[in-house]
């Protein structure tokens, strides 16, 4: 299924004569629709593919869907299919519209819109039909046929976006003789239904899913099925069936492995860029820095025999002076030959670290790659895996501008990803680096007035992953953004927030920014009844990036590791004499600890905390508990100290 929900934009459709309509689509209609909570605007009422594989592995894929509107929400339906234009089309796009009238619509031709998904991906296109915002009641409904010749055996189908479903099915038809495997993601195992050469899959009373915040990803929360097929021995297209990762590993490294062989210009370079490095660590980081800043463009090659997973030669990459993320890989391993050491490409999930399943082997799980660099005894960086076929690994993403060597992007530390490396190769899981290493400390320095107002100096230091975002900003939108990010994050707690100065400190190589800020804040004390000044030390802490307001969880509670150090110290004006103090607080929980305590000597106060977050996945059944914890947190940084006027 590939439809979405966007903003209200009209489009004329054909409607010269009632067409006529599928008798699946009218089926579609007549089903009876359950009662939704109001925030539900649609209803799939079908959605089906069913696939069918020549004995050549060519593929005939047709879509059918049908969504109907239930509420007003001032959105409109989008239907699309992408393809790759080397290797596939699109052969027929159909789509209709049945208000609640009942009289059909047909969606004219030239009303199906071909579009590229991005800049960066020449070969990768889409059809798509937009339809105007519906009364409800209107079902909106298409089909379109796709033909693909692949080298691919496996195909992977989501029985769901997040809007309910009726009905969701699957199916696959096979020459006879061919098998056919397939795993279950985010749902009980589920035989197919077999009729002759036809598996089928299928899915009934889909649930609608909310968003909520900090939720894993969609693809870590919706059923979907994942399969293998396979030809038999000597079979005339030469097919092979994956059928566990060493396959996947023999099969990428005959695509992956010749595009990285050392060629006289790459010799050259590789001389020139470690002509000063001393040590095996120098090396690395030379040509590491190299690829870097190598510029990022994405080009698909030999997408009909590696399905877009072979990279260009390093030499090409090293003369265009870009290239994709695999091209980035190659030329860093060929550049690493050149000095004498040896690398290997890995394909690993980019953007969520929960994706890549173990239980199905297959290139399709991947969407990026980085490098393994084999390394000696004397390199013990964080990101080394020592317990792998091929001995100590050095991981690193050539293709992250920001993240330096011996770190890795947060959403790749702990997946799973497979070392290409022929039969030697095995999917690992990733480093996962400790707390410490991507923690964030501050200490403020602050001065309050009688009415309640502070100026404070503030000194933040963000390591590892916990600088990427801002260090990111910094370089490519400059320091005012970054000014604005920090304002907005303070401003929900200090009311007459202003940033009057801030600076960063980096420097080249360095995985960490530092930022010297200056502010000021109106009515951070309160003056109560007179005489009783209440102070809030935690408003400066760096707080917190989880809150809950609902009193109800569907999906899973995502925390992110994340440990935050602050030391607050507040000078207070004259006249003042301590009431109450806050009693130390320490709060253990399998979601995270913190422990924070409020000192006061002479006319300043002083509080320090250490607030960490447990890297966890809590089901939904501990929603309540993790509630508690985190409005454990915020009592405790929003704890009075409170003074008397003498």
């Not at 096979?174 to 899915?203: C, F, I, K």
């Not at 080009?299 to 002076?321: F, I, K, Q, S």
Request: net charge neutral; hydrophobic share 40%.
């Amino acid at each position: 299924m590939r439809f979405l929900l966007l903003f209200p934009a009209l489009l004329a459709i054909a409607a010269d004569k009632p067409p006529e309509v599928p008798q699946w689509v009218r089926e579609a209609v007549g089903a009876a629709v359950p009662n939704y909570p109001a925030k539900v605007t649609s209803v799939v009422l079908v959605q089906e593919e069913a696939v069918t594989v020549d004995i050549d592995g060519h593929r005939l894929m047709r879509e059918r869907g049908a969504i109907k509107v239930l509420q007003e929400s001032g959105e409109k339906i989008e239907a699309y299919r992408t393809y790759n234009t080397k290797n596939g089309r699109i052969r027929d796009f159909q789509a209709w519209m049945i208000p609640p009238s009942g009289k059909p619509v047909a969606f004219a031709k030239n009303r199906v819109l071909d579009v590229p998904i991005s800049p960066n991906w020449e070969e990768q296109r889409a059809k798509m039909v937009e339809a105007p915002s519906a009364p409800p009641g209107s079902v909106f409904a298409w089909e379109v046929t796709e033909e693909e010749k692949t080298v691919f055996t496996q195909y992977g189908y989501f029985f769901q976006g997040r809007s309910p479903v009726l009905n969701s099915r699957f199916s696959l038809t096979l020459p006879q003789g061919w098998e056919v495997r397939g795993a279950m993601m985010n749902h009980q195992d589920m035989d197919p239904q077999v009729n002759g050469s036809t598996y089928t899959w299928e899915l009934r009373s889909l649930p609608w899913i909310e968003r909520e915040v900090h939720s894993p990803s969609l693809a870590a929360l919706i059923p979907r099925v994942m399969v293998s097929y396979y030809p038999p021995a000597g079979n005339r297209a030469g097919l092979q069936g994956l059928k566990d990762w060493t396959g996947v590993s023999a099969w990428l490294s005959l695509l992956m492995d010749p595009p990285a062989a050392v060629t006289p210009a790459i010799q050259a370079k590789a001389v020139s860029l470690t002509a000063n490095a001393r040590s095996e660590i120098d090396k690395i980081r030379a040509i590491a820095a190299f690829t870097q800043a190598t510029m990022y463009v994405s080009v698909d090659m030999n997408v009909t025999r590696g399905g877009g997973y072979t990279p260009h030669g390093a030499e090409d990459t090293l003369t265009r002076n870009y290239g994709d993320c695999k091209d980035k890989a190659t030329l860093m391993r060929a550049l690493l030959k050149a000095a004498g050491i040896e690398a290997y490409p890995v394909v690993i999930y980019s953007s969520d670290r929960t994706y890549v399943r173990p239980e199905w082997a297959s290139p399709f799980q991947f969407n990026h790659a980085i490098v393994a660099i084999r390394v000696s005894d004397a390199i013990a960086l964080p990101t080394v895996l020592t317990d792998t076929p091929l001995g100590r690994l050095l991981i690193f993403d050539p293709t992250d501008p920001i993240t330096s060597l011996g770190d890795l992007p947060k959403s790749e530390q702990g997946s799973h990803a497979l070392l290409v490396a022929a039969e030697r190769g095995a999917l690992l899981t990733m480093p996962q680096l400790s707390p410490d290493a991507n923690r964030l400390e501050s200490t403020v320095d602050a001065s309050m007035k009688a009415d309640g107002s502070v100026e404070a100096r503030v000194r933040r230091d963000y390591y590892g992953q916990a600088s990427v975002e801002l260090r990111s900003i910094e370089r490519t939108e400059g320091g005012d953004v970054v000014k604005k990010v920090f304002e907005r994050g303070l401003s929900r707690r200090l009311n007459g927030l202003s940033v009057r100065k801030i600076e960063t400190d980096t420097k080249a190589g360095d995985n960490r920014l530092g930022l010297n800020i200056d502010l000021a804040a109106d009515k951070f004390g309160q003056l109560m009844q007179g005489r009783l000044f209440v102070v809030r030390p935690g408003l400066l802490t760096t707080g917190g990036d989880y809150w809950f307001t609902t009193k109800e969880r569907v999906a899973p509670i995502r925390l992110q590791s994340d440990l935050r150090r602050d030391s607050i110290h507040i000078k207070l004006p004259a006249g003042f004499k301590l009431d109450e103090l806050p009693e130390p607080a320490k709060i253990d929980s399998p979601y995270g600890t913190l422990e924070a305590k409020w000192t006061v000597t002479g006319e300043e106060i002083q509080m320090d905390e250490t607030l960490q977050i447990r890297d966890a996945i809590v089901p939904a059944s501990e929603y309540k508990q993790v509630r508690e914890f985190f409005d454990r947190v915020s009592g405790a940084q929003g704890a009075p100290v409170v003074f008397v006027k003498q």
